[in-house]
């Protein structure tokens, strides 16, 4: 979307803001405690010719609206700080990528990772498991990755969900970025978990979910009641602030992700002028030409 002046994203988010004791709804101009108030956004933004480094992105180059009126940004400030990524790898029967494929991306990421990043990689079909645990050690990824298999059904959503209530929840305290990089087509078979649930917890703990697509195995089938597997990957991506790669160069996909997470992620920070105690807000973030902004979205 673009406007005279500046590049538009929207981002939709559910932001309900409890009523005080008065138990009153409304819009507010100002309120007496505004740090509380605070409302922060972690986006990646980067500019379109791909420099990085000294041509950091500034606070001057973006603008943040809330509700239609525009916000005093009080910090936009590149986040360093390392990031916790989970390689969440499709090992079923009938995914269209051989195991030693699925080896070579584990070990891409096993040597792109910055330092202070630490790998998990979980391998699923009915279940998930655990084939690498927490480490920055590309020895320790290298030397696991022999137990990679392909057998059974792609129970995807069951294995989101196991990923973010044991692997990425405990971080949340301490933690900004969370990752989850998925490996796969998007098929799911026989979950007991729903899709809206797990998009709308992985929006919720501020997850951010990158995609290796891998070609749909069922060719696009339609499914009664369910989404395309391709429909799938891309309402995790976009609706977290990812990005898609495909499977054909996993060694580039590993550095653009890797760097991106340390280069390009900022935290944006602004207190709402004017806020409402019950009504889901819109917030518009918009950069100068030439600079790309993304993050996460709500699907409606």
């Not at 950091?56 to 009080?74: C, L, P």
């Not at 799938?232 to 992700?257: D, W």
């Not at 280069?263 to 002028?273: E, F, G, I, K, T």
């Amino acid at each position: 979307m673009h406007a005279p002046h500046k590049i538009l994203a929207t981002l939709l988010l559910s932001l309900v803001v409890c009523g005080a004791a008065t138990g009153q709804a409304g819009r507010r101009a100002s309120a007496p405690n505004t740090a509380e108030r605070a409302v922060t956004l972690n986006v990646i933004a980067a500019r379109e010719d791909g420099s990085v480094g000294g041509l950091r992105v500034t606070a001057k180059e973006v603008s943040v609206y809330d509700g239609g009126i525009e916000q005093t940004i009080q910090s936009f400030a590149p986040d360093p700080s390392p990031a916790r990524i989970v390689l969440l790898v499709d090992n079923s029967l009938t995914l269209r990528a051989d195991v030693d494929k699925l080896a070579q991306v584990a070990r891409e990421f096993a040597y792109e990772i910055y330092e202070g990043d630490q790998l998990m990689v979980v391998g699923y079909d009915e279940k998930p498991e655990i084939v690498v645990d927490w480490t920055d050690d590309a020895k320790k990824v290298e030397a696991a990755l022999p137990t990679l298999r392909k057998r059974g059904d792609p129970r995807l959503f069951d294995a989101f969900n196991a990923v973010i209530q044991d692997a990425l929840q405990p971080f949340a305290s301490g933690v900004r970025k969370r990752i989850v990089v998925l490996v796969g087509d998007g098929l799911d078979r026989g979950s007991q978990t729903q899709f809206a649930g797990i998009l709308s917890q992985l929006q919720a703990e501020d997850i951010t979910v990158y995609a290796l697509q891998i070609p749909d195995r069922t060719g696009g089938a339609l499914r009664r009641d369910r989404l395309k597997a391709g429909q799938v990957v891309q309402q995790l991506v976009e609706g977290t602030g990812g990005r898609i790669f495909t499977l054909n160069e996993p060694g580039e996909s590993a550095k653009m992700i890797c760097d991106e997470l340390r280069n390009n992620r900022y935290v944006l920070a602004y207190a709402p002028s004017i806020y409402t105690y019950t009504e889901a807000r819109r917030i518009l973030v918009a950069a100068d030409p030439g600079i790309s902004v993304r993050f996460k979205t709500i699907m409606k």
